[in-house]
């Protein structure tokens, strides 16, 4: 049988994944459009929908790095193409990698692109990943409205709670992020820790000397504070940590 | 502003979400039935069902438990928006937040509705960008990405952006973050839980224990 990377690196599946990106962008953009003509219909200021649209887009620029250092780590085993239409569409790599491998097991190969990795089994892998996650749209489709229409019943009752169960909730999520570091210290800590301080820094100048710019960019700068951070002190502690 | 526009606008976020969710997850399926079909490769039926099942026995109550815990911070249209393009926790679902708190919006209000889905649509089409850059220059990158000086900070990236989340958050809601902070803190002490499954436990908790401090008059 051919050497399955010629499949999985053909024009074919390129051909696919750039007609997804590209309906994915245009799906954010009927989004985008529908939500701005509402906001103009109800008078919120342009000036605050630019906001969130200018700090969204600052913030999402470090986080997507990692997302190409996992397409590049996904590259040789499974090929270009797939692997990036499943980090932009209803992935994350930890998923990705976890169903590729049992995509593999399956068809009785120790792991990705091991011996034995053949079309059959990366067809396996695709069939596996694909199906996987096939569940969230689907609960989406038949569920989010109803589920929405609960969280906006609890909104129209009481304003006040609902604002502290998504603050609640949100702070559940951080938490999370927040906890192993702390647990296990070390250049973890170091990062987490130098973000924070950075961030409470921007923040304290941005108030006190109202530099109204630096609200957009505090996290930003803060995320490449630490990560030079992580850097300068993984060398200090070379062989100590 | 009137109820009727409202519902008017939801409803519509909720068809434009069913389609493009539908749209979204046929043309993920297009992918395997295609490779299935172009190179006549079918892998055995029964090992794949019985893969996808115990994939699913994980993975469906996953979805519950994530939509439950995004759906009421991201509001509906963002919701959609945001399960279809992925990266939620460390990407969009900041991203949304920020942007409320810039824009001054309240969360628990309709306007957040439209707040949130500007912001994720951004996000989503930069980090696709971001994407799309590095399929185009993923032989020049490679090397540059992956030099050993640089590894640190991408290992990090994470502890990185929640660092600086954490403070700028804590610092706003301390009551509503000890809780959850404790507990994280704790289980985490005590077993490597995967972080996907620990996001609802925590958001669940965390709802709970500012319930208990709303009700007591203490937020």
Known sequence: ?241 | MNDHGLKAFDDKIHLTGRLTMSIGALMLLAIPVIISLRWNIFPPFGKIASGVLSLSLIMVPMAFAEIFTYAPILGSGATYLGFLTGNLSNLKVPAAVMALEISDTDPASEDAEIISIISVATSAIVSAVIIFLGVLLIVPLSPVLSRPELKPAFDNVLPALFGALGAYWIMRNWKLAITPLVITILVFLAADVPTSAMIPLSALLSVIAARILYKKGLL
């Open chain 1, 1 to 241: 049988m051919e050497n399955y990377l010629n499949v999985a690196n053909s024009g074919l599946l390129f051909l696919i994944a750039a007609v997804i990106f590209v309906l994915i962008v245009c799906q954010s953009i009927i989004f985008f459009v529908t939500a701005w003509k509402e906001g103009q219909r109800r008078g919120i200021e342009k000036a605050r929908m630019l906001k969130a649209v200018k700090s969204s887009a600052v913030l999402s620029i470090v986080p997507s790095i990692p997302i190409v250092i996992s397409l590049i780590a996904m590259a040789p085993v499974l090929g270009i193409p797939f692997p990036w239409i499943r980090l932009s569409v209803l992935g994350s790599a930890s998923y990705e990698l976890m169903a590729a491998g049992m995509g593999a097991e399956i068809m009785g190969i120790s792991g990705l692109g091991g011996d034995g990795y053949t079309a059959e089994v990366f067809s396996s892998s695709t069939w596996i990943m694909t199906l996987g996650t096939i569940s969230a749209p689907i609960i989406l489709v038949f569920f989010l409205k109803r589920i929405s229409s609960g969280f906006k019943k609890v909104q129209a009752k009481d304003s006040t709670w609902m604002h502290a169960l998504i603050m609640a909730a949100y702070m559940g999520l951080i938490s999370v992020f927040i906890g192993p570091p702390i647990t296990r210290g070390g250049i973890e800590l170091i990062t987490l820790l130098s973000g924070a301080v950075i961030m409470l820094i921007s923040t304290f100048i941005e108030r006190k000397f109202k530099v109204a710019w630096l609200k957009e960019f505090a996290l930003s700068f803060s995320m490449i504070g630490a990560m030079a951070a992580a850097i300068l002190f993984s060398n200090i502690f070379k062989g100590v940590l």
